[in-house]
């Protein structure tokens, strides 16, 4: 049986640059940065004090404020970021279509600030008082879930937790639903909301985020001087439909999504393999599944986090995959102006690349003042660059030795 073909017809975002995708993309591409001095907690307890965090967000503009006190802040940028991709796409979920619509998406955490507020309460108060809905607020799948509760989507419903590629990886595993006709729809991305105390003393412990006090450059990927990841949060959602489907409901078509690749590191649990070997495999993957040769990828969304490795990796797996292709390739890294948003990167970053194809605009890696001379590819330096874009591959690493390509196209 011939595998359907799968389009994109709906976007939606909540992130650190904005509460809805176009101001995000706007900002984006103007080299706006959503980083600043962290507010969730006393500046001073942990090494870095700066954070993408998402600003003014009031789940009350989405959904009944009753349901939303029973879900985790991740939970409920998922829930937004959903209802506005579903408008976006101009889609009615009835009873005619229910059962071919699915949701699919991926969350590296799930509700840290619920189960620190939960933890803190049983610690001071004990079992009582932790709240009857403690676990399902907490579990990572419930954004999906609560996403198919609030639309009615009754098709396959799934979460994939692969750290910071689960965003990418749902939206892998999603087309592929629709690829072999086990949906119409899929509903499907990241979420995440982990900017809370644990989180930053683990992280912090673990000395992979920038310890530079200035919000305006600690993410800078690619740079000489970069020192570690910015934590953000965010929600980034995708409506994925059959070309059959879309057509049919006279649809808007953002790109074709033709290309998943999903390997394993088998090598560490934080680190990433030697020269990005992992990396290189799921691009290689991704480039063969979407029938594409290397040079007719026009831009890279690169995983791009401002670690030391993470950075020098891929730029090494960009040479080995691409070839000469690779210093003609438009590289950029958006987490410099996003921050890193762990599960839901992927995602976001994914929404970037359908509109860079939508928009014939690639846009920045800010923040690059000194280049490290081994990442010597063309990052897209600080300015956003106006130009026909015809295929993109995003990259998404996460740690226990995820790596995931995924390629989209412009729809012809």
Same mark, same amino acid.
């Given at each position: 049986?011939?595998?359907?073909?799968?389009?994109?017809?709906?976007?939606?975002?909540?992130?650190?640059?904005?509460?809805?995708?176009?101001?995000?993309?706007?900002?984006?591409?103007?080299?706006?940065?959503?980083?600043?001095?962290?507010?969730?907690?006393?500046?001073?307890?942990?090494?870095?004090?700066?954070?993408?965090?998402?600003?003014?967000?009031?789940?009350?503009?989405?959904?009944?404020?009753?349901?939303?006190?029973?879900?985790?802040?991740?939970?409920?940028?998922?829930?937004?970021?959903?209802?506005?991709?579903?408008?976006?796409?101009?889609?009615?979920?009835? !009873?005619?279509?229910? &059962?071919?619509?699915?949701?699919?998406? #991926? =969350? %590296? *955490?799930?509700?840290? $600030?619920?189960? @620190?507020?939960?933890?803190?309460?049983?610690?001071?108060?004990?079992?009582?008082?932790?709240?009857?809905?403690?676990?399902?607020?907490?579990?990572?799948?419930?954004?999906?879930?609560?996403?198919?509760?609030?639309?009615?989507?009754?098709?396959?419903?799934?979460?994939?937790?692969?750290?910071?590629?689960?965003?990418?990886?749902?939206?892998?595993?999603?087309?592929?639903?629709?690829?072999?006709?086990?949906?119409?729809?899929?509903?499907?991305?990241?979420?995440?909301?982990?900017?809370?105390?644990?989180?930053?003393?683990?992280?912090?412990?673990?000395?992979?985020?920038?310890?530079?006090?200035?919000?305006?450059?600690?993410?800078?990927?690619? !740079?000489?001087?970069? &020192?570690?990841?910015?934590?953000?949060? #965010? =929600? %980034? *959602?995708?409506?994925? $439909?059959?070309? @059959?489907?879309?057509?049919?409901?006279?649809?808007?078509?953002?790109?074709?999504?033709?290309?998943?690749?999903?390997?394993?590191?088998?090598?560490?649990?934080?680190?990433?393999?030697?020269?990005?070997?992992?990396?290189?495999?799921?691009?290689?993957?991704?480039?063969?599944?979407?029938?594409?040769?290397?040079?007719?990828?026009?831009?890279?969304?690169?995983?791009?986090?401002?670690?030391?490795?993470?950075?020098?990796?891929?730029?090494?797996?960009?040479?080995?995959?691409?070839?000469?292709?690779?210093?003609?390739?438009?590289?950029?890294?958006?987490?410099?102006?996003?921050?890193?948003?762990?599960?839901?990167?992927?995602?976001?970053?994914?929404?970037?690349?359908?509109?860079?194809?939508?928009?014939?605009?690639?846009?920045?890696?800010?923040?690059?003042?000194?280049?490290?001379?081994?990442?010597?590819?063309?990052?897209?330096?600080?300015?956003?660059?106006?130009?026909?874009?015809?295929?993109?591959?995003?990259?998404?690493?996460?740690?226990?030795?995820?790596?995931?390509?995924?390629?989209?196209?412009?729809?012809?």
């Amino acid at each position: 049986m011939e595998n359907k073909r799968v389009v994109v017809t709906g976007v939606g975002a909540v992130t650190p640059l904005a509460n809805d995708l176009q101001s995000t993309w706007e900002r984006l591409v103007n080299g706006e940065s959503g980083i600043d001095k962290v507010t969730k907690f006393e500046e001073g307890q942990f090494p870095t004090d700066v954070a993408a965090e998402v600003k003014e967000f009031d789940p009350g503009s989405f959904m009944d404020p009753k349901d939303a006190r029973k879900m985790d802040r991740f939970t409920q940028f998922a829930v937004a970021s959903s209802l506005m991709a579903v408008k976006d796409a101009n889609l009615t979920i009835d !009873d005619s279509n229910a &059962d071919r619509i699915g949701v699919w998406i #991926g =969350s %590296g *955490i799930g509700g840290m $600030e619920t189960y @620190e507020k939960q933890f803190r309460l049983y610690e001071k108060r004990g079992y009582r008082r932790v709240s009857p809905f403690f676990v399902p607020m907490m579990i990572p799948d419930m954004a999906s879930g609560q996403v198919s509760i609030t639309l009615g989507a009754k098709g396959v419903n799934s979460c994939t937790v692969t750290a910071c590629a689960s965003g990418a990886n749902s939206i892998g595993d999603a087309f592929k639903v629709i690829q072999r006709g086990d949906a119409d729809i899929m509903i499907t991305g990241g979420a995440e909301a982990p900017i809370t105390e644990m989180a930053f003393a683990g992280f912090s412990s673990a000395r992979a985020m920038s310890t530079n006090p200035d919000p305006a450059t600690a993410s800078r990927p690619f !740079d000489k001087d970069r &020192d570690g990841f910015v934590m953000g949060e #965010g =929600s %980034g *959602i995708l409506i994925l $439909e059959s070309l @059959e489907s879309a057509k049919a409901r006279g649809a808007h078509i953002y790109a074709e999504i033709v290309g998943y690749g999903s390997t394993g590191d088998a090598y560490h649990v934080t680190a990433p393999a030697p020269e990005g070997e992992g990396a290189v495999r799921a691009m290689k993957q991704a480039l063969q599944d979407a029938d594409l040769n290397p040079n007719e990828v026009t831009y890279l969304n690169a995983h791009g986090t401002s670690t030391e490795y993470n950075d020098k990796y891929e730029t090494l797996a960009a040479k080995n995959v691409f070839g000469e292709h690779a210093h003609k390739l438009a590289i950029s890294s958006t987490k410099s102006m996003t921050g890193h948003l762990l599960g839901a990167a992927g995602a976001v970053e994914a929404i970037f690349s359908v509109k860079a194809i939508e928009d014939s605009v690639i846009p920045p890696t800010i923040n690059i003042k000194n280049l490290d001379p081994e990442c010597d590819l063309d990052y897209v330096q600080n300015e956003a660059r106006k130009q026909g874009v015809n295929a993109v591959m995003s990259n998404s690493l996460g740690f226990g030795g995820h790596n995931v390509a995924l390629v989209f196209k412009k729809y012809k």
